[in-house]
């Protein structure tokens, strides 16, 4: 167990729909990322935040959007779903915003988009 | 940018033979490089870190990689292999500073019993 909490597991819906999947980092984690695993794409970056601020982006679409709160959750924002938006999305923490500092990943939001 | 070639998607060995899981990098700095494991259904998790101190690094349950700068490499090795190192390996790369992690394609390992 990473320490770091992603809700919900799964996620069934329609194109066109909206949905938010929430993640809870580590104990003193400030930073956040997200990541979509697909079966073409792999594993891809999206979006990081540190402490509220966001920090980089990734491949992240316009009609994905995140934020980090003062408690230090996330949430990642996904609109106007389609087919192709079916994926797995972790969530990973860190203690600081470096690219050698170690993450750790939460299990994962399994979204199906029908 | 930095890239990571993961040069095998699919690698099978039998119990208790050795094995090698290889990656090469590309990078414009000194880079930190890792190697994350995914157990099916499961997220992902740090076997092995190098971020340029000693170039052989040991991970968890008895892999390690060695940093090979003028190869550009960075494999996976394993003495003997268990059933339970079945699963998707990731090779990644990050550079300096706050850059995001670059992910390899993924190899997948199984072990015959």
């Known amino acids: 167990d990473s320490g770091v909490t992603q809700t919900p597991k799964h996620l069934i819906t329609a194109t066109g729909q909206r949905v938010t999947l929430r993640c809870s980092p580590r104990?003193?984690?400030?930073?956040v990322y997200w990541y979509q695993q697909s079966l073409d794409q792999g594993l891809q970056f999206l979006i990081q935040?540190?402490?509220?601020?966001?920090?980089a982006k990734g491949n992240i679409l316009e009609r994905f959007s995140a934020q980090q709160f003062p408690d230090l959750h996330s949430e990642l924002n996904l609109s106007s779903l389609e087919l192709g938006d079916s994926a797995l999305y972790f969530c990973?923490?860190?203690?600081?915003?470096?690219?050698?500092?170690?993450?750790?990943f939460g299990p994962g939001t399994r979204l199906t988009v029908l | 940018a930095q890239s990571v070639t993961q040069l095998d998607s699919h690698v099978s060995v039998s119990e208790g033979t050795p094995v090698l899981l290889r990656c090469n990098y590309s990078?414009?700095?000194?880079?930190?490089l890792f190697w994350y494991v995914q157990h099916p259904n499961k997220g992902l998790q740090l076997l092995l870190k190098?971020?340029?101190?000693?170039?052989l690094v040991k991970g968890i349950n008895g892999f390690e990689a060695e940093f090979k700068k003028s190869e550009t490499s960075f494999h996976l090795t394993k003495p003997s292999a268990h059933m339970s190192d079945a699963a998707e390996y990731f090779c990644?790369?990050?550079?300096?500073?706050?850059?995001?992690?670059?992910f390899g394609k993924g190899t997948r390992l199984s072990v015959i019993a």
């Open positions: 990973a923490s860190s203690v600081e915003a470096g690219g050698y500092i170690e993450q750790f």
């Open positions: 104990s003193g984690d400030l930073s």
């Open positions: 935040y540190y402490n509220g601020e966001e920090r």
């Open positions: 990078s414009s700095y000194s880079p930190s």
């Open positions: 190098y971020t340029s101190a000693a170039t």
């Open positions: 990644v790369v990050s550079d300096p500073g706050n850059t995001p992690l670059v």
